[in-house]
C-alpha cells in the first residue's frame, strides 16, 4: 500500500512540474514580439524577431535563439533582460546596466530591407600572412620565418551592443608557424595554436581570444624571442606571450605584458 502512495505522490510531482514547464514560457509575450524594432528614443532600425530568433539590424551580431519565460527575456546564453512594459506595439525592458531601453514596433515596410543578408559572416582575424629576415649574432647567421595561417576553427565572443544587448560576433582563428634556420640547418620549426597558452593566459580570457599575430623581437645571449599576440576582438585587452628559441633549439614561453 505504501508504495502505491509513493508512486501515486511521484505521478502528481511529475505532473506539477511539467504542467509548471509547459507555463513557464510566456507564449503571448513571444508571440507579441515578432515583428520589427525601433529604438523609440533614436529612431533607428534595432532588431527583429522572427520565431525563436532575434536578428540584429547590425552587419556582424549573430542571431540568438530567446525565450520569452514569465516576466523576463532570457537568451541562449543566460543573459536575462526583466520585461518593464509591453504591448503589441511596444517593448520596454531593462539592460544589463538596469537602463530602461524603450522600443517601437515599426509599420515601414522599407524598414524591411535592414534584414536583407544572410547570416553574419565569420570574420577573420589575422594581419600579414608571411614575414622573415636574417640576423647576425654571435658571427652566426640566422634565418626565421613567421607564417601567419587562417583557419576554420572558430571563436565566438560576447559583447553588448548600442542598446545594452549581449550579442555574439564569430571569428577565425590562427595558427602562426615559426621557423628558424642556422645556415642550412635547421634549429626550429612548430606550429603555434592558442590552446598552448594555457597556464600563461587565464582559461576564461583565452576561450574568447584569437591568436592575432606573431612577431619577431630581437636576438640577445639566451636566443631569438619572438612575441604571440592573443587579444579578444574588438576588445582594449590582448595578452602578449614570447616565446625564447635557444640556438639549441629548444623553447621556452613566458608572459611579458597584459
Not at 44 to 60: E, H, K, L, M, P
Not at 103 to 125: I, N, Q
Request: glycine share 6%; net charge negative.
Amino acid at each position: 500500500m505504501n508504495r502505491i502512495i509513493v508512486v501515486c505522490l511521484t505521478a502528481v510531482v511529475l505532473v506539477a512540474c511539467n504542467h509548471r514547464e509547459e507555463v513557464s514560457e510566456n507564449k503571448e509575450a513571444k508571440a507579441m514580439l515578432q515583428g520589427i524594432w525601433i529604438d523609440a528614443e533614436g529612431g533607428d532600425v534595432s532588431f527583429r524577431v522572427q520565431g525563436d530568433t532575434i536578428y540584429y539590424a547590425d552587419s556582424t551580431s549573430m542571431p540568438a535563439y530567446f525565450r520569452v519565460m514569465g516576466d523576463s527575456l532570457v537568451l541562449a546564453s543566460g543573459a536575462s533582460y526583466g520585461i518593464v512594459k509591453q504591448l503589441p506595439h511596444l517593448f520596454w525592458f531593462k539592460n544589463q546596466n538596469g537602463d530602461v531601453l524603450k522600443f517601437s514596433k515599426s509599420d515601414d515596410p522599407a524598414d524591411e530591407s535592414e534584414f536583407v543578408r544572410d547570416t553574419p559572416p565569420v570574420l577573420s582575424y589575422s594581419h600579414q600572412v608571411k614575414i622573415d629576415s636574417v640576423i647576425v649574432y654571435g658571427g652566426n647567421r640566422y634565418h626565421w620565418y613567421i607564417a601567419i595561417n587562417p583557419t576554420k576553427y572558430k571563436v565566438t565572443t560576447r559583447s553588448y551592443n548600442d542598446d545594452g544587448l549581449e550579442v555574439e560576433n564569430v571569428y577565425y582563428d590562427n595558427i602562426m608557424h615559426v621557423s628558424v634556420f642556422q645556415g642550412s640547418r635547421q634549429l626550429f620549426s612548430r606550429d603555434f595554436r592558442k590552446q598552448q597558452y594555457a597556464g600563461k593566459v587565464p582559461a576564461e580570457f583565452l576561450e574568447e581570444a584569437v591568436l592575432g599575430n606573431m612577431e619577431f623581437s630581437h636576438a640577445d645571449a639566451a636566443g631569438l624571442h619572438f612575441v604571440a599576440t592573443l587579444c579578444i576582438p574588438d576588445g582594449a585587452s590582448c595578452y602578449l606571450v614570447e616565446s625564447l628559441v635557444s640556438y639549441q633549439g629548444q623553447m621556452t614561453m613566458q608572459l611579458v605584458e597584459y
